[in-house]
């Protein structure tokens, strides 16, 4: 006799309401995330041609290279990871002019940059805060600067931010849950740091560690296997990283490994290697509102306590293993360039900045007596300020100064000509003081002041740093039908060429930049314009005594770096009107 058939069970009541609830948030994340394009989109909207140079040009010209159009020789050059340029491609696809591809690239920078809401409403969930709590704040400190702020530059740190952000999220649940999509989307995160930057093979080098140890302590088998994974992805961007360095870089790139090892094998390296880091570090919280400050207290606590779980402690150390080892190696590598930026750099760290402002903001939320990590932090930061004072107070007044070196550090010193330290420490911990109040009014109060202070800080930055320049002052003179090229040697200081060459080169979309003497006459027929050196002093039409008869020159020049040169072009060739075109 058969067994009567069991009645059909009926869902949970409460699952309908779940389900709902999940697909609310899920449609609040996308909006949130659109805004975020949108606002990024809104504030770069000055911004038509590159102005960090070589560094900009160097990416976009990778781009163009990988799409099969020209590309360059950028032999000498610091050698551009291409990760980032993997991004611009479909830029280069959908244009070809300099303007127009450099628009979609900050359109690019947007669109996977916006992706740090989403990523930092899922971190502070997993830092112990609910939903309508979470929302609010990670909305506000995805448009902190440091996180926003290289967004309107087409340069690698634009997306590190959300590299970082997402490998953490996905290295913490492998850990947790031994999930190996997990473990896969991590391995992939970390190779393509390592493809998107210098400072990418510190955090692959950190994560392998992390994946390794785990084998040995946690569920062994997927964590072999998960280890395994990496492989691959280790080689692939190796191999992506040789192709592009062997095309672009003939000659060579800039090698920083001499400079790398005598500051780690001498005792005055140490001091410079050390002293640097911490600037680094003084940087980073004070472009943190010092928020981040009390974050990285709580995280060092969190590693300290014998009573943390095992996967709280894994992550911790992580974390203060990428950052610690970012400052110290790129600051032992960052060769003595004769400015400020060499004491107190924050974009080797800034990718950071957003998680441990993230840490921070929970242990303010979360945390009834958050005044002894905020009494720690600020004594840390006191004491590398003044660290920075004394390094910098001894420096020659003629020591060059970038300000886009110190978006957050110049804002809160009042000063952008060159570091006042004290007076950033000053600002900086008062901001932490007005975080904490507000604090006291609950998550949202808290998420306001941090979104007020975000805004007005990305207004003045914006307002002081940016160069929108127009197209005209980057395209040189020239038919897409001829050819152009750059005098070599160029004279001057070796930064006038790398910088002339790569603004050049990407400005030059028709064909590939060449290089002649310009001591020997003409180059070879067919070309167009050629570039060449505009020593102080010496008139625009001496810039190029054995020029052919009937070329005309125009100058140019970079304000900010205080460089010029001459563009001369054959009287077949349009000129832009004018005369110096300044950049």
């Excluded at 207290?297 to 306590?305: D, E, F, G, K």
């Excluded at 996967?311 to 974390?319: F, H, N, P």
Aim: charged share 15%; proline share 7%; glycine share 10%.
């Amino acid at each position: 006799m058969t067994e009567p058939l069991a009645p059909p069970t009926s869902p949970s009541p409460e699952a309908p309401a779940r389900s709902r609830t999940r697909s609310r948030w899920f449609w609040l994340l996308v909006v949130g995330w659109a805004a975020q394009v949108l606002v990024r989109i809104a504030s770069a909207r000055g911004q038509v041609a590159p102005f960090v140079q070589p560094d900009e040009s160097g990416y976009l010209v990778a781009a163009r290279w990988l799409t099969g159009g020209p590309g360059a020789d950028l032999s000498g050059s610091t050698f551009y990871q291409p990760g980032y340029s993997l991004l611009l491609v479909p830029a280069h696809l959908l244009a070809d002019d300099p303007g127009t591809v450099y628009r979609l690239a900050l359109v690019t920078n947007a669109l996977v940059g916006a992706a740090a809401f989403p990523l930092a409403f899922l971190a502070l969930l997993r830092l112990g805060l609910d939903r309508a709590s979470a929302a609010p704040l990670a909305w506000s400190a995805a448009l902190l600067p440091a996180a926003s702020f290289w967004g309107h530059m087409a340069m690698a740190d634009s997306v590190f931010t959300v590299v970082v952000l997402a490998w953490l999220l996905c290295l913490d649940r492998f850990v947790r849950t031994a999930a190996l999509p997990a473990a896969a989307a991590a391995n992939l995160l970390a190779c393509y740091a390592y493809a998107l930057h210098g400072r990418g093979a510190v955090i692959l080098a950190v994560h392998a560690a992390a994946m390794a140890w785990h084998a040995l302590r946690g569920e062994r088998r997927r964590s072999v296997v998960a280890l395994g994974m990496l492989v691959p992805g280790v080689g692939a961007a190796l191999a992506f990283n040789s192709l592009v360095r062997d095309g672009l870089y003939p000659g060579g790139a800039l090698g920083l490994e001499g400079e790398l090892w005598n500051r780690l094998t001498s005792w005055s390296g140490q001091m410079w290697a050390l002293g640097t880091g911490a600037g680094q570090v003084w940087a980073l919280l004070t472009a943190t509102w010092m928020i981040g400050g009390v974050g990285a207290v709580v995280v060092v606590a969190r590693l300290a306590r014998r009573d943390t779980a095992y996967e709280d402690r894994l992550l911790a150390a992580v974390l203060l293993a990428a950052t610690s080892g970012v400052a110290y190696l790129t600051a032992a590598a960052l060769p003595d360039e004769q400015r400020f930026g060499n004491h107190a750099y924050v974009r080797y760290l800034s990718c950071f900045a957003l998680v441990y402002t993230l840490a921070g903001l929970a242990a303010l939320v979360r945390t009834a007596r958050v005044a002894r990590p905020a009494l720690v932090a600020t004594a840390v930061f006191a004491c590398s300020g003044l660290l920075v004072w004394a390094r910098v107070s001894r420096l020659p007044e003629d020591y060059g100064y970038l300000g886009h070196d110190f978006p957050e550090v110049g804002l809160l010193g009042g000063f952008w000509g060159g570091l006042r330290p004290l007076w950033t420490s000053l600002t900086a911990s008062l901001l932490l003081l007005l975080f904490l109040g507000l604090r006291r009014l609950g998550p949202r109060a808290l998420a306001t002041g941090l979104l007020v202070v975000n805004a007005l800080a990305m207004l003045v930055i914006t307002a002081v740093l940016a160069r929108p320049g127009t197209t005209a002052d980057v395209v040189p003179p020239g038919a897409p039908s001829g050819g152009v090229a750059i005098a070599r040697p160029f004279g001057g200081h070796p930064n006038l060429f790398l910088i002339v060459r790569a603004r050049t080169a990407f400005s030059v979309w028709w064909t590939e930049l060449e290089f002649f003497d310009p001591r020997q006459g003409p180059p070879r027929p067919g070309v167009c314009s050629v570039v060449v050196n505009w020593p102080g002093g010496t008139a625009l039409d001496a810039t190029w005594p054995s020029h052919p008869q009937g070329w005309r020159a125009r100058g140019a020049e970079m304000r900010s770096r205080k460089l010029r040169w001459a563009v001369w072009s054959s009287p077949g060739c349009p000129v832009h009107p004018g005369g110096t075109v300044r950049g």
